[in-house]
């Protein structure tokens, strides 16, 4: 589906991912990844209250946007 780093897709991706960790992933057919990015952010919020969450939310767009397809 995407056409490589930097690609609109990869930009949706990690808009995506900016509003629900794991969502731009799972545009992307990443399934495991959305669900560990999903599910590693959630602990971060509980565990840390603040900081973490937003380390998690960074990382997943981080992720999403840097995705390059294999050929």
Known sequence: MSAGQGSTG?????L???FLPGLGQLLQG??????FFFVIT???W?????LGG????VWAC???????ARS
């Open 46 to 50: 509980v565990v840390t209250f603040t």
């Open 30 to 35: 990443r399934v495991l990844a959305a669900l």
């Open 10 to 14: 990869n930009v949706i991706a990690a």
């Open 62 to 68: 981080v992720d999403a946007a840097m995705y390059k």
């Open 54 to 57: 937003w380390i998690g939310h």
């Open 42 to 44: 959630g602990v971060l």
């Open 16 to 18: 995506c991912s900016f």
